[in-house]
């Protein structure tokens, strides 16, 4: 899978828009975007996933660059409780279900009141 | 509502017990299911594929005489530590696999301590 680079920290203030930047520049053409996220002492949350369009769902938007090469999560209105470990998790597009998960070091988003 | 659900969330058990760690997927079939392991300020690291009917997967470097994984049935699938020390004190996470083109969902987690 290709591996992905992410900042290792960012904060926000309640409220406002979270830009969360991941980079996956060796991605290839069939391999999804995932976004999870980790809170402290539980199991991942999926946030979002794309291939090559934008995605938007109740949680988040995902944008993707037209090179694929990097994308951003936001989180609109960003709340205490998104303080979180994010995870950018490029996905390889196999035809089985054993595709696996790799996780990187992810980005620790605090959100500050 | 919870797609995965996995017990106990904690266990303390004494040195060189067998602990055994469940993982169930709710409301479908699961014909592959992951165990991973994080220690404290660290990612998740994947240990294996539990694979429906066959025999686990295993990533290297980790023992599979050490870590039993029996996955019997398409809604359950069990981690066994066995003889258990206190290097294995972790958090140990299962997830529920589709194809690639849909999310992996994770359990809650279980925190082995082992004194």
């Known amino acids: 899978d290709a591996k992905t680079t992410q900042p290792p920290s960012m904060d926000c203030a309640e409220g406002r828009a979270a830009n969360l930047p991941c980079n996956h520049s060796?991605?290839?053409?069939?391999?999804?975007v995932y976004w999870y996220r980790q809170i402290h002492s539980q199991g991942p949350q999926y946030i979002i996933h794309?291939?090559?369009n934008n995605e938007t769902n109740e949680m988040a938007s995902l944008i993707i660059t037209e090179d694929r090469k990097s994308s951003t999560l936001i989180l609109p209105h960003a709340t205490l409780r998104d303080t979180a470990v994010y995870y950018c998790?490029?996905?390889?597009?196999?035809?089985?279900?054993?595709?696996?998960?790799?996780f990187g070091k992810g980005i620790t988003l605090s959100v500050r009141p | 509502g919870a797609v995965v659900s996995q017990h106990p969330s904690r266990v303390i058990c004494k040195s060189g017990t067998s602990v055994k760690i469940e993982c169930r997927s709710l409301d479908f079939q699961a014909t592959t299911m992951f165990w991973y392991r994080q220690f404290p300020k660290k990612s998740l690291m994947l240990m294996a594929t539990s694979n429906e009917g066959s025999k686990a997967t295993y990533e290297q470097g980790v023992e599979k005489d050490k870590f039993l994984i029996n996955h019997a049935s398409l809604t359950l699938s069990t981690l066994t530590v066995t003889s258990a020390h206190p290097e294995d004190s972790s958090f140990y996470i299962c997830?529920?696999?589709?194809?690639?083109?849909?999310?992996?969902?994770f359990g809650d987690g279980t925190r082995l301590s082992i004194l």
């Open positions: 060796t991605i290839s053409g069939n391999e999804y």
């Open positions: 997830s529920v696999g589709f194809y690639s083109n849909q999310p992996q969902h």
């Open positions: 794309g291939l090559k």
């Open positions: 998790i490029v996905r390889a597009a196999l035809t089985g279900a054993n595709s696996k998960l790799t």
